[in-house]
């Protein structure tokens, strides 16, 4: 695997897989096309990830918690706007720790939103395995999409040149998320043949009927491997990154934005390097983007008609090629009993009791 130039390699490499496992929690959008509805209880539009769609916690506290069942607050990493600091600051320094908040000055594409936490996170373990984690996701069923990617995990433990991403069955054909087309395999880890941003409708359709999953932009991998390719298919935001930490970050980072091209992780990153990628089918888990007020209506009436929604609470298997079963009674708080495990590669006694 190539390593990327100009990154110091420290740390102690006897560390077990899991200690070197950390979460970027994604937080510094703006949410312009939820403006309309999300809005404080005075009436003032809020940022989509400071806001709950359902009057309960806001997103960003519900992908927190993911993350901390994921990882040890210590290893968690949260990239923010400064312009969005009255929101994010009360909430965020009581749940992470000060030196892991990693605010930007300005919005130059979310290639750049990700590379700054990820070179924090590289000077603290130049070796760690990541989780990327958006803010902006509504999930019914928690315990199955922490499963998937605990699974994740262990797919770039065995093989850390390889990046995975969760890919989301399809109920119906929408045309406003990006599709993976995956290659023809009934194992739910496969290679990616390649994307499709937000098709046609008649497209989507196509995909729906060919297999393909909906791109979460939830990904797990090697530190490593994804600064190596931030060096092969973005030369010039890299070029501007190491410069500013090679100069010991002197330099302002409102000079560094000022210079940055603008990025997109998605096209100008993932579609160059399919080769590299591999897509984690996910069981079904009342994912949703929370990114168009059609989809938070449509969240929140699945809320209303499931009693146990955004629990602990799912019982899923995986059949014959990678067979598990997890069973936990869980309440709205978190609290769970009567845990069952069978799967000696993914059900460490470490690795469940993150969950409990």
């Known amino acids: 695997m190539t390593k990327p130039k100009d990154l110091p390699r420290g740390g102690e490499l006897s560390l077990p897989l899991h200690a070197r496992r950390w979460a970027v929690v994604l937080a510094a959008g703006d949410g312009q096309r939820l403006r309309s509805i999300a809005c404080s209880a005075s009436g003032r539009p ?18 927190l918690t993911r993350a901390g ?50 070179l924090h996170i590289a000077d603290h373990d130049p070796n760690a395995r990541v989780a990327i984690l958006p803010s902006d996701h509504g999930v019914m069923d928690e315990w199955t999409l922490l499963t998937a990617l605990e699974e994740a995990f262990a797919a770039v433990e065995a093989r850390p040149e390889r990046l995975v991403l969760l890919g989301m069955p399809g109920k119906v054909a929408d045309a406003g998320y990006g599709w993976i087309t995956p290659v023809a395999s009934s194992a739910p880890l496969r290679a990616i043949r390649g994307f499709v941003e937000k098709p046609t409708y008649r497209a989507a359709r196509r995909l729906l009927g060919q297999g393909a999953l909906i791109s979460s932009f939830m990904l797990v991998a ?42 997109d992780f998605s096209h100008d ?65 978190g609290g769970a009993a009567d845990l069952t495990c069978r799967s000696p590669k993914m059900c460490t006694k470490s690795t469940l009791g993150q969950f409990l």
């Open 69 to 118: 069942r994921l990882v040890p607050l210590e290893r968690i990493a949260a990239v923010v706007a400064e312009q969005h600091r009255q929101w994010w600051s009360p909430m965020l320094q009581r749940a992470l720790l000060p030196e892991n908040i990693v605010a930007q000055p300005r919005n130059c594409g979310t290639a750049a939103g990700i590379l700054l936490p990820l």
């Open 269 to 333: 990153l993932l579609t160059p390097a399919v080769d590299s990628l591999d897509v984690l089918t996910v069981l079904p888990c009342g994912w949703c983007d929370l990114g168009t007020p059609e989809r938070v209506q449509q969240y929140r009436l699945a809320i209303a008609a499931s009693p146990r929604a955004d629990t602990l609470g799912a019982r899923q298997k995986r059949g014959e090629a990678g067979t598990y079963v997890l069973s936990v009674a869980a309440d709205r708080d």
């Open 46 to 63: 809020v940022p989509k990830q400071f806001w709950s769609p359902d009057g309960d916690t806001t997103m960003l506290e519900r992908t």
């Open 222 to 263: 090697d530190m490593m491997a994804l600064l190596a390719l931030y060096q092969r298919t973005v030369p010039e935001l890299w070029a501007a990154f190491s410069h500013y930490r090679n100069e010991g970050k002197s330099g302002s980072l409102s000079a560094l934005y000022a210079t940055l091209p603008s990025c």
